[in-house]
């Protein structure tokens, strides 16, 4: 692993990670003899090819994990990656609990990782869903029949906000959530205006 590869702010992260730093060293090691640029984006260890985002190291309470960016488009053969949410459409996961998991996957590890670089090297992308596929909640549906305008108003926003609103309005487990969550963003809808434009 040479020196002049390895990223200040990776290291500044490292030193400051108090859970998963272990895991977090191991799987910079591993990434890194991939011939992966190190980046730090979004706060996390991230790695590059030709300045496309290939894999990134993460952590969370319960687990750390590989994210790869365009993992929809790997072959899992090992049955390994996860998809956080079912609203993530390209990323996929490894996850671990413990650094032992990791020094026993590292081939499979590597075998996933040359797989994504040449998903990219090939110019593949993830087919991205329309709005039309994502869900419509039935509170949602509800206020279109009841408030006059608001489908047309909606059908009018851009795609991204269209679908910015279904999935905001789709997270809440509760229906009563979902309701007032529309309800509090009727005035931006009629008014032409995204979920996050004042």
Known sequence: MASSSLNPKVDEFLSKSK???EEFEKLRSIVLECELTEDFKWMHPCYTLGNKNIVLIHGFKEYCALLFHKGALLKDTDGILIQQTENVQAARQIRFTNVQQIIEMEPILKSYIYQAIEVEKSGLDVEFKKNTEFVIPEQLQV???????????????????????????????QAKTRESRIEKYLPHILGGKGLNDD
């Open 143 to 173: 206020k279109f029949d009841q408030v006059p305008g608001l489908k047309t108003a909606f059908e009018a926003l851009t795609p991204g906000r269209q679908r910015a609103y279904l999935l905001h309005f789709s997270q809440p487990k």
């Open 19 to 21: 859970k998963w730093k």
